[in-house]
């Protein structure tokens, strides 16, 4: 019998993102909850759950935008998905192929865009993603060239680390949601842009 999972949830606020000054207005806080939390002291969030910026006016604004991250986040539904990801690769002429792509996609035209998964990295974190497949102790290609999602997930996740602070938790959704739309493509057997 497994044991239950334990996830935990936190929040915090930092009193530089406001103007002390202006007149009162909505208020940010910051809001996680995963099985791995972390926080720095310049009130820096990391973590393999989800974190949003939240803001509120009141408390009890606050109190209903905290219950419902709460209630929305499945955690058997996460694990399940994470678990899954290992039983799907691509080949090298694929991550190849999902590279250049990735480095194309910031010139498309906008109606483009819409019609394809949005992919929230820049070229910087491609260019570590790219060098990581080949150099990463822990998740690079094996020996045929071919990597699973789960190893191309962390490379995703790990690329995101080097981003400044107002863009890193929405790059790491974003990681999620990217490497969870091209897992989907793979058991369809469907289209997937960035592999064509």
Not at 77 to 88: C, F
Not at 98 to 105: Q, T
Not at 130 to 146: I, L, P, T, V
Request: with cysteine; aromatic share 12%.
């Amino acid at each position: 019998m497994e044991t239950p999972c334990r996830y935990q949830l936190g929040g915090v606020r930092a009193y530089n993102q406001e103007n002390l000054y202006s007149r009162k207005a909505e208020e940010r806080f910051k809001v996680f909850v995963g099985f791995q939390n972390q926080v720095c002291t310049n009130l820096c969030i990391s973590t393999d759950g989800v974190a949003l910026d939240i803001r509120a006016r009141t408390v009890s604004e606050l109190m209903e935008r905290v219950y419902n991250l709460i209630t929305g986040f499945n955690a058997e539904k996460h694990i399940a998905l994470l678990r899954s990801l290992s039983g799907y690769a691509i080949t090298e002429t694929q991550f190849a192929t999902l590279v250049g792509r990735a480095r194309l996609y910031q010139f498309l035209q906008a109606k483009t865009k819409k019609e394809i998964p949005d992919l929230h990295l820049g070229d910087s974190q491609i260019t570590t993603v790219a060098r990581d497949y080949y150099k990463d102790e822990s998740f690079c290609r094996n020996g045929d060239g071919d990597i699973d999602l789960w190893k191309l997930y962390n490379l995703f996740t790990g690329a995101v680390k080097s981003s400044y602070i107002d863009t890193f938790l929405d790059r790491n959704v974003g990681s999620t949601e990217f490497i969870t739309t091209l897992s989907e493509s793979l058991r369809n057997k469907s289209g997937f842009w960035y592999l064509s």
